[in-house]
């Protein structure tokens, strides 16, 4: 069946994320894949937690799982924990015992390791020789008598099986690669490979969208639906999400860098994540870059996904942030950036709301993350700032004599200041260009000078913006420090 069909009947398609970490990004886009694609066709999207490694999941980690997805806005229409459907695998095991498919292996740790190390000798393709297939009874007896905990395996067939992939083709698989799986550990919880393929016969999935480091369990999930004459989904494996150097992006090799939730927390917007976690492996017409979540859902398809690797791009990433950013009216970015002052402690209850908004518009569009505004505002919130090195050499002087001439200006410009009748743009600009043009100044030397004195660097919003909003007391104040600065 091709995607042409599916409008035919109810898509249904999961997300069945291990609550054993943060959100990685390719969870996140494998989300939004399935998200986008159960939306296009009106379907049923499932968020189904695998935490059936009851050693590594937590439910710090499955909250977190839960909050990133819902910043992001993929909200899931059911939900299951497959931890509380253990009844449901067991039931599954004993007909594959029953059946003949599946059997108990007692071998210990120790006894796998020297299977494995012999199969590597012998340049085997399979690293488990089978050898519990065929235990006698007094042979189980005896390992039930010494206490062994035994496992249990799937009969992998001896026949090719078929993968059919709506993104990377149809391909049979050698018998001979495929090793008699462990489909439940010696604890008695099941593993991945049953609880996967089970719950999506159980959950009718019509499709599975998952990456592509998936693709090795497919055919082992294949043979286990297959054993217990469950119906099979179709299957998409997209491409893995990549770093700059082709190595692909994982918590182990980049840490926190590929957490969804440290950009929720340095202040991207979902928006911004979401058309960005879109285009890592999808395209439209290879043009368009921004979309809206709307235009996701309309244009969204698996012919469009690509089969090779796409690279996490962090300055798409950050250009698109910006953008989004800038679609902001001043009320709705500073009540997103007033959270980043506050926890600098740079603002609180009794800071006037007006007074910020126009930070904000003064700031404009240099934000790239709300996180940003802190280091391009503290200056109006304290003056202890420290004087940027390259800007004072550059524009204050290195030699005495030109220190002595920016004091001269400073000096200047303060008792100006301190004398203008009204402190507005309008007449601070008038009577600071009437004293730069009298004197034969150079109005960017003269600016960049002042812009130091108040703010410690030398870029920035409008400089008449930034006098105005720190106020007459708050200039005359800085600029006698800058002075005796220098």
Known sequence: ?????????????????????????????????????????????????????????TDESMHEIYDALKWLGINWDEQYVQSERKNIYDSHVEQLLASGNAYHCYCTPEELEEIRTQARADKQTRSYDRRCRHLTSEEVERFVTEGRKPTVRIKMPDTPILVEDLVLGSRNIDPDTLEDEV???????????????????????????????????????????????????????????????????????????????????????????????ARLGWSYDDKQEIFSVDELIEKFDLERVGKSGSVFDIKKLEWLNSHYI???????????????????????????????????????ERLTTFQDIVPQTRYFFMDDFAYEPKAVKKWWGGSDEKK???????????????????????????????????????????????????????????????????????????????????
């Not at 692909?248 to 911004?272: F, I, M, T």
């Open 183 to 277: 489909i439940v550990r010696s604890n008695g919880m099941p593993n991945y490979n049953l609880t996967s393929i089970v719950d999506d016969a159980e959950m009718q999935i019509t499709h599975v969208i998952r990456g592509t480091e998936h693709l090795n369990n497919t055919p082992k999930q294949i043979a286990i639906a297959n054993s217990l004459g469950l119906n099979l989904p179709q299957f998409a494996h997209i491409p893995l999400v990549l770093d700059d150097t082709g190595r692909k992006l994982s918590k182990r090799h980049h840490g926190d860098l590929v957490a969804v939730n440290r950009y929720r927390e340095q202040g991207y917007l979902p928006e911004a994540m979401l058309n960005f976690v």
């Open 404 to 486: 002595q001439k920016t004091c001269e200006i400073l000096t200047n410009l303060g008792q100006i200041l301190e004398e203008i009748p009204t402190f507005e743009i309008e007449t601070i600009e008038t009577a600071i260009w009437k004293y730069t043009d009298e004197n034969n100044i150079k109005r960017v030397a003269a600016m960049q000078a002042l812009r130091i004195a108040l703010t410690g660097t030398s870029f920035g919003p409008s400089l008449f913006d930034i006098v105005v909003l720190l106020g007459r007391n708050e200039v005359l104040k800085r600029i006698p420090k800058a002075i005796t600065h220098l």
């Open 326 to 364: 800038n679609q902001l009216d001043v009320v709705a970015r500073t009540d997103a950036v007033i959270p980043f002052w506050e926890q600098e402690g740079l603002v609180d209850s009794t800071t006037k709301r007006d007074w910020l908004e126009e930070i904000v518009e003064a700031v404009g």
């Open 1 to 57: 069946m091709n995607e042409t069909s599916v409008p035919n009947y109810q898509v249904r398609v999961r997300m069945a994320p291990s609550p054993t970490g943060f959100l990685h990004i390719g969870g996140a886009r494998t989300a939004l894949f399935n998200w986008l694609f159960a939306k296009h066709h009106n379907g049923t999207f499932i968020l189904r937690i695998d935490d059936t490694d009851t050693a590594r999941s």
